[in-house]
């Protein structure tokens, strides 16, 4: 009798996509000892659904500086301040090589699928894709609602310098008081994705959550 041939292994099996989480992660808090607690929680509690959409902290107020004193216009500006992000997503990266840097949507969902948590650099895809304006009025956290509605995420944390009480806040209110961009407001009720505002000494209360724990009430930002 003749032995049936043998099977050649199939490709391995693709790992199940979890709910997405667009995580942006305030330039500010470079200038603190809790950036890297915040880096170490990503790396490892968001590997398979974090996408990190790095600040522009003080790259981007290099940008401010100098057209305040050369007087470029706002699209220069805009251009200058993706490039600002970008250089904080490579230093973050520097501190962080676990994280993978990707441009576009589909990019970050094959690092997702790969078991990595992505950072995204964003100058190139928003200059060609976004609709929002040109302009100081759309800083990290409208790019960062704006990302998470391009890649369909289930979840938009911004993580910021500031410590936050729980309970509800309207966007615009928080646009009011300077904690978010103009252009915020509209974009998270275009996008329609839960929304939390953390601070710098949440990284745990996050980690919990991107690892399906339960934590106390959080700051919710509201359309």
Same mark, same amino acid.
């Given at each position: @009798?003749?032995?049936?041939?043998?099977?050649? %292994? +199939?490709?391995?099996?693709?790992? %199940? /996509?979890?709910?997405?989480?667009?995580?942006?992660?305030?330039?500010?808090?470079?200038?603190?000892?809790?950036?890297?607690? $915040?880096? !170490?929680?990503?790396?490892?509690?968001?590997? +398979?659904?974090?996408?990190?959409?790095?600040?522009? +902290?003080?790259?981007?107020? /290099?940008?401010?500086?100098?057209?305040? *004193?050369?007087?470029?216009?706002?699209?220069? #500006?805009?251009?200058? &301040?993706?490039?600002? @992000?970008?250089?904080?997503?490579?230093?973050? *990266?520097?501190?962080?090589?676990?994280?993978?840097?990707?441009?576009?949507?589909?990019?970050?969902?094959? #690092?997702?699928?790969? +078991?990595?948590? #992505?950072?995204? =650099? %964003?100058?190139?895809?928003?200059?060609?894709?976004?609709?929002?304006?040109?302009?100081?009025?759309?800083?990290?956290?409208?790019?960062?609602?704006?990302?998470? $509605?391009?890649?369909?995420?289930?979840? =938009?944390?911004?993580?910021?310098?500031?410590? *936050?009480?729980?309970?509800?806040?309207?966007?615009? #209110?928080? *646009?009011?008081?300077?904690?978010?961009?103009? &252009?915020?407001? /509209? @974009?998270?009720?275009? @996008?329609?994705?839960?929304?939390?505002?953390?601070? %710098?000494?949440?990284?745990?209360?996050? !980690?919990?959550? =991107?690892?399906?724990?339960?934590?106390?009430? =959080?700051?919710?930002?509201? &359309?």
């Amino acid at each position: @009798m003749s032995r049936a041939p043998r099977r050649r %292994p +199939g490709p391995p099996a693709a790992r %199940p /996509q979890a709910a997405v989480w667009v995580i942006k992660l305030g330039g500010s808090l470079a200038d603190g000892d809790a950036l890297r607690h $915040w880096l !170490e929680v990503l790396a490892a509690a968001g590997r +398979g659904r974090a996408v990190v959409v790095p600040g522009g +902290g003080r790259f981007a107020d /290099q940008v401010r500086a100098a057209q305040a *004193c050369a007087r470029f216009d706002d699209r220069a #500006a805009h251009r200058m &301040a993706l490039l600002a @992000m970008e250089q904080y997503a490579v230093m973050l *990266c520097a501190l962080a090589p676990a994280l993978a840097p990707v441009k576009t949507p589909r990019g970050a969902r094959r #690092a997702l699928a790969r +078991g990595r948590t #992505a950072i995204w =650099l %964003p100058s190139a895809y928003a200059l060609a894709a976004c609709p929002l304006p040109a302009s100081w009025d759309t800083t990290s956290d409208s790019l960062a609602a704006w990302f998470a $509605w391009r890649l369909g995420a289930q979840r =938009l944390v911004l993580v910021k310098s500031l410590h *936050c009480a729980a309970g509800a806040a309207p966007a615009a #209110a928080l *646009c009011a008081a300077g904690i978010v961009d103009r &252009a915020f407001p /509209q @974009m998270l009720a275009r @996008m329609g994705v839960p929304t939390l505002l953390l601070g %710098p000494s949440d990284a745990p209360r996050l !980690e919990a959550l =991107l690892r399906g724990g339960r934590v106390g009430r =959080l700051l919710r930002v509201t &359309a």
